[in-house]
């Protein structure tokens, strides 16, 4: 992904955390709650099988509506 489409993600990949702040169900291995950040990241890192840094810039598009599904099924 070049500069600039990594530096937009990262910013919707914010937007999308603090969307999802407290909306995380409880996780046992998560007894003080769920980072919504690293959950998003990591959720796009396990169905892309790569960071988003490192994804072509043509799923550019693809990873914003997997984030808009992230946010709309908080599970």
Known sequence: MNKENAS???KIILQAGDYLQDKL???PNHPKGRNPYAHVALEIKNKFNSSY???PDDK???V???IEFL????N
């Open 8 to 10: 937009k993600l990262w």
């Open 25 to 27: 169900p409880e996780h």
């Open 53 to 55: 840094k490192d994804l």
């Open 60 to 62: 550019y598009e693809e």
């Open 64 to 66: 914003l509506d997997y």
């Open 71 to 74: 946010k709309e099924n908080p």
